[in-house]
């Protein structure tokens, strides 16, 4: 069975700061797809990254950089010079792959992050 | 390009009554799904279609919940006899099946009282 783990629950930060935003996961399968999703107070979820488990460079967007270890099976997701309209929930989320054609199936989430960012 | 759509966004409704949802994917996304999100929780996964064919379903998915996607476009989501413990929110996204298009796009939800 699949599983993803964020630890932090919630995390709080002046403005200005480094975030980083740990998440663990758990899988069986050789070929999977991860995924950053932000949910702000307004409740939509918005899609940030996906990854996928053959490609383990790290990406940068922006403020966003994202850290993809196979080796811990981590998938951390950091924010630099955080601003006070990061303030939301961040999901970490898996998908194992279709049997066949490798596409993504249905994730699953962790528990989620509460960041807060303070100006 | 749209996004994904919802109706409605809030349904207060009395223990035992029946409900529906409605959900229309982003036009070009043949992949569909549905899941339930209560306060503090990530979502769960409930079911998803490719086309008008459900490929799966969560053992969350009780018999007193159906979905349908009649045609590969819209989806519906039925809740019989509603209980106090299906209150959430009940979340739609869509996503293609092919390379790249894997991501899967959340609509705003609808959120479910029951009273």
């Known amino acids: 069975a699949q599983k993803v783990t964020q630890a932090q629950t919630e995390i709080s930060v002046v403005e200005k700061e480094d975030v980083t935003l740990d998440c663990v996961y758990e899988?069986?399968?050789?070929?999977?797809?991860l995924f950053w999703y932000k949910q702000p107070p307004s409740g939509e979820l918005v899609f940030l990254i996906r990854?996928?488990?053959?490609?383990?460079q790290n990406e940068i967007s922006g403020r966003y950089s994202w850290n993809f270890q196979k080796s811990t099976s981590s998938f951390n997701f950091t924010i630099t010079a955080s601003q006070v309209v990061d303030s939301a929930v961040y999901f970490c989320?898996?998908?194992?792959?279709?049997?066949?054609?490798?596409?993504?199936?249905?994730?699953?989430f962790g528990s989620g992050t509460q960041l807060t960012v303070l100006p | 390009d749209t996004g994904v759509s919802q109706n409605p966004r809030h349904k207060i409704t009395k223990r035992g009554q029946n409900v529906t949802f409605r959900c229309d994917p982003i036009s070009e996304h043949n992949r569909l799904y549905w899941y339930r999100q209560t306060l503090g929780q990530g979502p769960e996964f409930l079911t998803y279609?490719?086309?008008?064919?459900?490929?799966?379903k969560s053992r969350l998915l009780s018999d007193r919940f159906s979905a349908e996607r009649p045609k590969g476009s819209f989806s519906t989501l039925e809740i019989q006899r509603t209980e106090q413990g299906d209150s959430a929110m009940y979340l739609c996204?869509?996503?293609?099946?092919?390379?790249?298009?894997?991501?899967?796009?959340f609509g705003p939800g609808t959120r479910l009282t029951v009273t």
């Open positions: 996204a869509s996503s293609g099946s092919q390379g790249t298009t894997y991501e899967q796009y």
């Open positions: 279609f490719q086309n008008e064919a459900q490929l799966e």
């Open positions: 989320a898996l998908s194992e792959a279709t049997l066949g054609s490798g596409s993504a199936r249905q994730l699953t």
């Open positions: 899988t069986r399968d050789t070929t999977y797809y």
């Open positions: 990854r996928n488990s053959f490609d383990e």
